[in-house]
C-alpha cells in the first residue's frame, strides 16, 4: 500500500509539472487581439445593413477561432472584442459589449473549451440585443447622432487594443466621420476631425491633388499604438457624385498613413459573400 501511495505521489507530481509547463509555454505564444469597431449611425437603415455587419463580425470571431483552435487552444493567449465608435445619444456601450469580448489568457485550461463554446453560441444574440437597441425607434437619418471615428481612434483605441500582441482592428462604418454638433469637432485650417471637407472636394475636378498638399485632410492622430493592422469594410457613398467612393477611400488612406497606422485593405459594400471571403 505504500509503495502505490508513493508512485501516485509521483505521478501526480509530474503531472502538476507537466501543466506548469503547458501553462508557461503558453504564455509565450505570440498572442492575436481581433477587435470589431461598429459604426452604428444611420448606416444602419441601409437596407440589410444589420444582417450584414452581424455576418461580418461573426466571420471575423470564426478567424480568431481558427487561430485559438491552431494553437491547441491551451497555447492560445488571443482575444476578441467589439467595441463601439462614441456617439452621442448612442446605446450603453458596457450594457451591450461587456458580453462581446473574451481573452483566453485570462482564462484556466480547464475553462477554456466551454467558455469558447458558450460565447460563439452567445455572439449571435448579444450582437441582435445591440442592433435591435441601436435602432428602435428610429426609421430616419434625423433620428440618429453620427459616430465620432475620429474620438475612437485618439481617446479609446489605445484601451481596446493590447500591448505585446498583434492587433487586428476591423472597422465596420459607410467611411464618413459626420456627426451633427460642431462643437465636437477640431479644426487645423482646412483639416478636421469630421470629413465636410469632402462637400468641398466633391467640386474639384482635381481633388486627388488637392487632397495630397499637407494642409488638407482628416487631422492626424500624434499617439503611439501598439503594432495595429487595419481594414475598413461597408464604404458607402451617400451622395451620388461620381467620385466619391474614391474619395472617401483616398481620405482614409492618408490619415491612417499619417496616424502611422497599417492598412491591409479598405473594402466597399459589396456582395457579402465575397466581403466576408476577404477578411483576413
Known amino acids: 500500500m505504500t509503495t502505490f501511495f508513493y508512485f ?3 505521478l501526480f507530481s509530474l503531472l502538476l ?3 506548469a509547463t503547458v501553462w508557461a509555454s503558453a504564455q509565450k505564444k505570440e498572442a492575436h487581439h481581433y477587435l470589431v469597431v461598429l ?5 444602419l437603415l441601409a437596407s440589410d445593413q444589420i444582417n450584414r455587419d452581424k455576418a461580418i463580425i461573426e466571420a471575423i470571431f470564426g478567424i480568431f477561432e481558427q487561430q485559438v483552435r491552431k494553437n491547441m487552444m491551451i497555447y492560445s493567449n488571443d482575444s476578441f472584442k467589439v467595441s463601439l ?3 452621442e445619444g ?8 461587456s458580453g462581446l469580448y473574451i481573452n483566453m489568457q485570462k482564462l484556466s485550461l480547464p475553462d477554456r473549451r466551454t467558455r469558447l463554446d458558450q460565447f460563439r453560441k452567445e455572439l449571435p444574440q448579444r450582437l441582435q440585443q445591440l442592433y435591435k437597441a441601436a435602432t428602435t425607434g428610429k426609421t430616419l437619418s434625423q433620428h440618429f447622432r453620427g459616430a465620432d ?3 475612437y ?8 487594443t493590447r500591448q505585446n500582441c ?3 482592428l476591423y472597422i465596420l462604418t459607410d467611411g464618413y466621420f459626420d456627426f451633427e454638433s460642431n462643437r465636437f469637432v477640431g479644426q487645423q485650417g482646412n483639416r478636421r476631425t469630421d470629413s465636410q471637407m469632402i462637400t468641398r472636394l466633391r467640386k474639384s475636378s482635381n481633388w486627388r491633388t488637392q487632397l495630397a498638399q499637407s494642409s488638407e485632410g482628416l487631422i492626424p492622430i500624434k499617439k503611439s499604438f501598439p503594432p495595429i493592422v487595419v481594414q475598413v469594410f461597408e464604404i458607402q457613398p451617400k451622395s451620388k457624385v461620381l467620385d466619391e467612393q474614391d474619395l472617401l477611400i483616398a481620405l482614409w488612406k492618408k490619415w491612417l498613413s499619417e496616424t502611422k497606422l497599417s492598412l491591409r485593405q479598405i473594402q466597399p459594400r459589396g456582395n457579402i459573400d465575397k466581403i466576408t471571403e476577404l477578411l483576413e
Open 149 to 151: 471615428i475620429w474620438r
Open 39 to 43: 459604426d452604428l449611425s444611420d448606416r
Open 8 to 10: 501516485r505521489n509521483i
Open 90 to 97: 448612442g446605446v450603453d456601450e458596457h450594457t451591450y459589449t
Open 153 to 160: 481612434f485618439n481617446d479609446n483605441l489605445a484601451q481596446d
Open 17 to 19: 509539472t507537466l501543466c
Open 166 to 168: 498583434q492587433n487586428y
Open 85 to 87: 465608435v462614441p456617439q
